[in-house]
Structures are given as C-alpha cells and as structure tokens.
C-alpha cells in the first residue's frame, strides 16, 4: 500500500504505480449510498477504499448520496429531507455531498467519505486526513448550496432505472446488474475487473 500524508483510519493515496488505462478505456463505477448505512459503511469500508489504489488505475468512480431518502422544498428556499436513518443521516450526506464537490481528487473525496464513515461528526479532521481545506465545505454544509447538492444527487437517484431498492447501489459503464451488485458487496475487484476494459494490466495478473 502506497502512503503520501496522513493516510490513517485506512485511508489510502493513489500515487504512481501500476500503468494508468487510456481515458477511452476506462471502466466507470457509480456508487449510490447514504451517510449512516450500515452496508453503505461496509462496502466503503472494506471493499471499495482498501481495493481503490488498484481500481482507480481503470476506473472513473463517482460517489452519489442520497438512497432511499425523499425531499421538498422549504420555505427558505432550499431543500428539507427525510432519511432512512434519520435526521443525522440528512446531515451526514450533506457533508458527505460538500466534500465529494469540494475535493481536488475522487481519491481525497473517497479519503473523507469513508472516514466519516467512522467518525460521522468529525468533518474537519476527516478533511485534514484526506488532505482537504475544511472551510468550504463547513460553509457548503451549513448553506442551501449543501441542499441542493443532495437534492440533485436525489434527482439523478430518483431516476435509475431499475429503481434503487438496495443501498449501496453499484452500478457498472452505466448499467446495473443483479450478480454485479451482490458479488461486489463482498469481492469488488474481481467484480471490477470482469468490467474493466479488455487487457486491462492489473487484471491480466
């Protein structure tokens, strides 16, 4: 495992190493979840951050929050939610959303979601863990520009199809699969890589 700075709590820098595949032979890995989810954390946790270094060399990733969640508008203008673990959950996947926008990498924003994922109340250490200044996503999470990132990460959720009735949600080059799903819970890379681009070198080993 490749370290740079300060990658405890399991997290993990992507930094050299196995070759890069071309950006038109990239596998792409959308990932729908929520904040305080049991399998959500699980899947973070042990499946998709501890195999990353290796998956990030074929594979665009994107992390979307929200899950089983609904919203309305408020009177402010902004969004009011309500969440399948509750109202720390709606806080905890606006934080979750306002790093994800305000990270440099997908590798630092996957750095600070999965230490929230153990330390759901502590987004500024997660975001100096993960390399991340914390100011604009305190100011993103305390404003209506945190609502509305979840609430369009609900639009986009909204809208899959097949609808969402698991979380996480994994979904591979754009579409979802009922053995892709399942198996990755518990074997994401070998998963990956039967998606991955023919000839992709770390899973030709």
């Known amino acids: 495992m490749r370290s740079l700075i300060l990658c405890g709590f399991a997290l993990i820098c992507v930094v050299g190493g196995a070759p890069q595949t071309r950006a038109d032979e990239r596998m792409t890995l959308d990932v729908y979840y929520e904040s305080l989810c ?14 990353w270094p290796t998956l990030s060399t074929f594979t665009d990733l994107r992390l979307i929050l929200f899950g089983k969640a609904t919203f309305l508008p408020n009177a402010e203008g902004g969004w009011s939610f309500e ?3 509750g109202p720390d959950e709606c806080t905890g ?9 305000y990270s440099p990498t ?13 330390l759901p109340k502590n987004g500024e250490l997660c975001a100096e863990l993960a390399g991340l200044d914390y100011a604009p996503i305190d100011t993103c999470q305390m404003s209506i520009e945190g609502q509305d990132l979840v609430h369009d990460h609900g639009v986009e959720t909204l809208n899959l199809e097949p609808t969402l009735y698991f979380v996480p949600w994994i979904i591979y080059n754009q579409v979802w699969d009922f053995t892709n799903q399942w198996e990755s819970l518990t074997n ?13 070198p770390v899973c030709s080993v």
Not at 188 to 200: E, I, Q, R, W
């Open 93 to 101: 996947n606006i934080l979750h959303a306002c790093g994800i926008k």
């Open 38 to 51: 049991p399998d959500s954390r699980n899947f973070l946790v042990n499946q998709l951050n501890p195999n």
């Open 83 to 85: 969440c399948q673990h």
């Open 188 to 200: 994401l890379t070998a998963v990956a890589c039967n998606n991955a681009p023919a000839n992709t």
């Open 106 to 118: 997908i590798t630092q924003a996957l750095n600070f979601t999965t230490c929230l994922m153990d």
